[in-house]
């Protein structure tokens, strides 16, 4: 049974970081890209970053560029997000995502269940 399981959320202050994490199972991650996407409360969900299968290309919302770094471990079949100065803004549940399309854009096959992100002091 295909799987991905995020870890590494919770409360951090503003200005804070935090590492997510995104786990495969069942499944072998290296075919795939992996994207991250968010939703806050009463707002649609979004696409936060992407990267490749290899990790050779990376893609970030402009509201994160800077402050996020996506990346990907193959041998550990675990994809990455590093939240570097996180506001207030970035409070959400967090999802990964497994797609065969390497730009990203096609739907995705695969769901992690989410992860809650609260920036606040």
């Known amino acids: 049974q295909p799987q991905l399981v995020e870890s590494g959320g919770g409360l951090v202050q503003p200005g804070g970081s935090l590492r997510l994490s995104c786990a495969a199972s069942g499944f072998t991650l290296e075919y795939y890209a992996i994207g991250w996407f968010r939703q806050a409360p009463g707002k649609e969900r979004e696409g936060v970053s992407c990267?490749?299968?290899?990790?050779?290309?990376?893609n970030y919302a402009d509201s994160v560029k800077g402050r996020f770094t996506i990346s990907r471990d193959n041998a550990k079949n675990t994809v990455y997000l590093q939240m570097n100065s996180l506001k207030s803004e970035d409070t959400a549940v967090y999802y990964c995502a497994a797609t065969s399309d390497n730009s990203c854009r096609s739907d995705y096959d695969y769901w992690g269940q989410g992860i809650q992100v609260t920036v606040s002091s």
């Open positions: 990267i490749s299968s290899s990790g050779g290309s990376t």
